[in-house]
C-alpha cells in the first residue's frame, strides 16, 4: 500500500512497482487517516488481505507519518513499514526507527534502492539506504567500549543476520556469537532483545 499526500509520487511509484512481477500495489491513501480507515475495512473483511508492506512519507497531513508508524507497529505489527521521505534530519530517521519502521529512504535516490529496500524488508531484515546509514553513523555516540569484533557483531544484527548467519560470514562458532552479543548487552547495559536490536539498528555503522 502506497501513502503519500502527493498524486503524482503515489503515481511514479505505482508504475515503477507495477512492472516488477513480485510484487502488488493493493491499495493507495493521501493520507494517514484514510490509510488506517482502508486498513481497518480490510481487516474486517474476511474475504481480504491486508498489505504485507506499506511504503509511506513522514509528512502528510491529518496524521504525521512518525503517528501513523507508531499505530500501523501497535495494531498490525505483522505489516511492515517502509518510509520514503524528503526528511534527512537524524532526530526524524531515530524516531521513524523507534516507531517500528523496518526501512528509511530518501526521496532522491534511484529508483531501484526502493526495490532493494521492499525485498530486504520483505526477507524480514532492516533496511537503510546508504545515504541514511550514513547520516546515523555519523550522529551517533561512538560506542568506544566495543571491541572490533563487537561492533562488526553490532553491524550484522542491525543488518537483519541471525546468530547461525553471523558465525557463518565471521567463521565462528554461534555459541561465540552468542558469547558476544551477551558481552555487548553487558557492555551497554541492556537488557532485552528487542532493547539490543534496536540499539544495533540505532548505531549501524558506528
Known amino acids: 500500500m502506497l501513502v503519500d499526500d502527493h498524486p503524482l509520487v503515489r503515481d511514479g511509484l505505482r508504475l515503477r512497482l507495477e512492472v516488477v512481477s513480485h510484487i502488488e500495489v493493493m491499495g493507495e491513501a493521501d ?5 488506517v480507515a482502508l486498513l481497518e475495512q480490510l481487516d474486517a473483511d474476511p474475504h481480504a488481505h491486508l498489505p504485507d508492506l506499506i511504503l509511506m512519507d513522514l509528512n502528510m497531513r491529518k496524521m504525521s507519518g512518525l503517528a501513523l508508524a507508531t499505530l500501523l507497529h501497535e495494531r498490525w505489527p505483522q505489516i511492515a513499514v517502509l518510509v520514503l521521505s524528503m526528511h534527512d534530519n537524524v532526530e526524524y ?3 521513524a526507527m523507534r516507531a517500528g519502521v523496518r526501512g528509511y529512504l530518501l526521496k ?3 529508483a531501484q534502492e526502493i526495490l532493494v529496500a521492499i525485498d530486504q524488508v520483505m526477507a524480514g531484515r532492516n533496511h537503510l539506504s546508504p545515504t541514511v546509514a ?11 567500549l566495543l571491541s572490533p569484533r563487537e561492533r562488526e557483531i553490532l553491524r ?6 541471525a546468530n547461525k548467519q553471523i558465525a557463518q560470514t565471521l567463521n565462528l562458532s554461534v555459541r561465540t556469537i552468542e ?3 551477551q558481552n555487548i548487552k553487558r557492555k551497554l547495559g541492556i537488557d532485552g532483545q528487542a532493547e539490543f536490536v534496536k540499539y544495533a539498528v540505532e548505531h549501524r555503522g558506528v
Open 93 to 95: 530517521m531515530m524516531q
Open 134 to 144: 550514513m547520516k546515523l553513523a555519523q550522529a551517533s555516540l561512538p560506542t568506544t
Open 179 to 181: 558469547t558476544h552479543r
Open 31 to 35: 493520507d494517514g487517516e484514510t490509510a
Open 108 to 110: 532522491d535516490e534511484p
Open 156 to 161: 550484522h544484527v542491525a543488518a537483519g543476520s
